[in-house]
């Protein structure tokens, strides 16, 4: 009995041994299978013969021609497959397979292309304009408008439809130029992007423009959809927070963006700019107020003790005319500040080595502006006494001096 139970048992092992080592010859013939078809796909192109990917053989003149043959249904390939290899089932199916995702690429490659559409968020601009991002330039002549807040402010940016995630310009309001703004509309000031336009009546001129450029660029929102750039020769400057103007004369629409239909862009076009020449007259206005009331509040500072010395005021009206003349200005008005000599020591020795006065004077330049300036006048230690006076020149970058005032308190 003990006999016949171990006989099963060895017969059992057998059994299982086997079935594991065919499984294992199986997936072994497989690789290798698949290491020389990649093998043959490499060298294809050089054999007589040519075996393509579906594992069928043909000669090299017709291999395209048969490499691309989809003729057969599915059906049909597995019986030409069990012909051509009756005996490696392993093959047969490799084949198959391969056969299969050829069959699909080809499906996905003769799909008709779907027509890239622009959405109708995006708008159509009156004129086209060229992005630049990098080195190149793009033709633009739709974009999105994108209205969002920020740290800075309220901005708009245009966002091209050739590249959406992409903020081509922005511009920004402030308190001050929304204030500024005409009833119903808003005005912007581009604060980055760089684009090149065509300008003039005739749009021949080329015209490349970004920030920092002598031309002030700038955007009106004139209805939710509907947004106007246009630019003009840079006037004035910041003024207790007004910001500068444009001259009238130069301010050119340089594009209208907004729905499609041509009528309406050319309609915009001429309503736009008597709404911009609004808004810039009264940023000049602010402006010009805001300047007056900037130049009556400078005034010619007191003379000082040091002023009653005659020699002094003499020599510094006398080498004061000869600095501004060179530039075309006249000295109207001289006045030394100090009540003292203020001393200066080096700062390590201790030992004196010049001592300064200074002064302020009232000017009126070429232009008939009068501005109020200051000047300086040293004398050198020479180890037991002071030397003759020098002129120490104009004072620059430091306030009240270089500021313009009402010629009235110049005098």
């Known amino acids: 009995m003990k006999k016949i139970v171990l006989l099963l048992v060895l017969a059992m092992c057998y059994t299982t041994t086997h079935a594991q080592l065919g499984k294992m010859l199986k997936r072994k013939a497989k690789a290798a299978v698949e290491k020389k078809l990649t093998k043959d796909e490499d060298t294809s192109t050089s054999s007589s013969q040519t075996t393509n990917a579906t594992g069928m053989v043909g000669d090299t003149a017709t291999a395209n021609q048969n490499s691309s043959k989809t003729d057969y249904t599915d059906e049909e390939f597995k019986a030409e497959l069990a012909k051509k290899y009756p005996n490696d089932q392993v093959k047969q199916d490799l084949y198959y397979q391969k056969y299969l995702e050829k069959k699909q690429k080809e499906a996905e490659a003769n799909k008709p292309k779907t027509a890239s559409s622009i959405s109708d968020d995006f708008l159509y601009m009156s004129y086209p304009f060229a992005m630049t991002k990098g080195m190149s330039a793009i033709g633009v002549d739709r974009v999105k408008l994108r209205r969002q807040m920020t740290d800075m402010g309220d901005n708009v940016d245009l966002l091209p439809a050739q590249d959406p995630e ?46 920092g450029m002598p031309i002030l660029v700038r955007g009106m929102l004139i209805a939710d959809d509907v947004f106007v750039i246009y630019a003009a020769s840079h006037q004035g400057g910041h003024a207790f927070n007004v910001p500068s103007y444009m001259h009238q004369k130069d301010i050119t629409i340089l594009n209208v963006i907004g729905k499609g239909e041509q009528q309406f862009h050319l ?11 609004e808004f810039e007259a009264t940023l000049k206005a602010n402006y010009d107020a805001a300047a007056k009331s900037t130049m009556a509040a400078i005034k010619m500072p007191k003379a000082g ?8 005021v003499s020599f510094a009206k006398q080498n004061v005319s000869k600095t501004i003349e060179k530039d075309g200005a006249k000295l ?15 700062k390590y020795t201790g030992h004196i080595l010049y001592r300064w006065i200074k002064g302020a004077f009232t000017e009126k330049n070429k232009n008939n ?27 620059h970058g430091q306030m009240p001096y270089g500021q313009k005032m009402n010629c009235e308190n110049a005098n």
């Open 166 to 211: 992409y903020a081509w310009l922005r511009f920004l309001t402030t308190p001050e130029l929304e204030a500024m703004s005409p009833e119903g509309y808003i005005g912007y000031e581009l604060v980055s992007g760089m684009f090149t336009t065509k300008v003039g009546t005739d749009r021949s001129q080329t015209l490349e423009l970004g920030t």
């Open 267 to 277: 309609e915009w076009l001429e309503k736009a700019k008597p709404i911009v020449k």
């Open 305 to 312: 003790s040091m002023n009653n010395t005659a020699s002094l």
């Open 332 to 346: 109207l008005k001289l006045n030394i500040e100090s009540n003292d000599w203020s001393v200066v020591k080096n």
């Open 369 to 395: 502006d009068c501005y109020l300036q200051g000047f300086l006048i040293k004398q050198h230690y020479n180890g037991s006494g002071y030397g003759s006076s020098e002129f120490g020149g104009i004072i």
